[in-house]
């Protein structure tokens, strides 16, 4: 069995309104294994990514801002109790979560720079939701209204189509796992972790274009004082950014930036029981 928490940040400077988006997401994973004999295992895992909400207090859309920053052309404020949550200072909040399920099956390698290799299987779905009185400008009075040669109701409805979707979307992934570890000194190896996973969609409305795969890499150096304790420090390469891996960070809002590498440095502490 193996369990883990962990929390996942991502930090998103723009040049409009909002500016700066911060995806602050829990994660909780487990996975079960079962032993055929030594040179295999199945296992089955769920992950479970619940994301901070995320308070909005001002919006661009094309070159007419709306909220509480010193940029905004118009504030408004809407009296039903449906927008409470948002206070006084917000013009939108955004909620997500994520739940994947994968079954695998690993085997023990024979060969000289694989340790061992894994095949799986998963779904992952994607749940969203997203509040703002801004999306009762679209029609009406204030839709109508002429702003830069459109009207604020055609600006504002292009716009909320990038919001994410409140329509739950799967993504359903098949993927290939290779690992090895090179004792370079006693006690310190070298190793290395290449993932490659191919993607499918249903129910996603794709606002210009996605992959259908990624692949990433992660090397880096272990250090083992005692036979239950790991330190590791690394660095992880991504083809295609997060996508196929961190699934709560991909909505029609984030979709242009997915395809592009990313990559991080990471340090871990293990504890084996």
């Known amino acids: 069995m193996r369990y883990k928490e962990s929390n996942f940040n991502l930090d998103l400077i723009r040049p409009v309104q909002p500016k700066s988006l911060n995806l602050n997401t829990n994660s909780d994973y487990?996975?079960?294994?079962?032993?055929?004999?030594?040179?295999?295992?199945?296992?089955?895992?769920?992950?479970?990514?619940?994301?901070?909400?995320?308070f909005i207090d001002c919006y661009s859309f094309s070159n007419l801002t709306i909220g509480y920053c010193d940029e905004a052309q118009i504030r408004i404020s809407n009296s039903k109790d449906k927008y409470k949550p948002l206070g006084s200072s917000s013009i939108m909040m955004i909620d997500g979560a994520n739940r994947e399920f994968q079954f695998g099956l690993t085997r023990a390698s024979n060969f000289k720079f694989i340790d061992d290799y894994k095949f799986y299987l998963g779904i992952s779905e994607n749940l969203f939701d997203w509040l703002t009185p801004i999306e009762e400008m679209t029609t009406g009075f204030f839709g109508n209204i002429s702003y830069q040669g459109s009207t604020i109701g055609n600006l504002i409805t292009k716009e909320i189509t990038r919001l994410p979707q409140r329509e739950k979307w799967l993504f359903y992934k098949a993927g290939l796992n290779l690992k090895k570890d090179f004792q370079v000194m006693k006690k310190v190896d070298l190793f290395y972790d290449f993932d490659l996973v191919f993607v499918d969609t249903k129910d996603y409305a794709v606002f210009n274009s996605i992959n259908n795969f990624n692949t990433k890499i992660q090397i880096g150096f272990k250090y083992l004082p005692t036979k239950n304790i790991t330190f590791s420090l690394s660095g992880i390469f991504y083809k295609n950014n997060l996508f196929g891996y961190e699934d709560i960070s991909f909505t029609q809002r984030?979709?242009?930036?997915f395809n592009k590498p990313f990559g991080s440095i990471n340090s871990s502490l293990k504890i084996s029981f």
């Open 30 to 54: 487990l996975e079960l294994f079962y032993v055929i004999n030594d040179q295999t295992a199945f296992s089955i895992s769920y992950k479970e990514q619940l994301a901070d909400t995320q």
């Open 254 to 257: 984030s979709e242009h930036h």
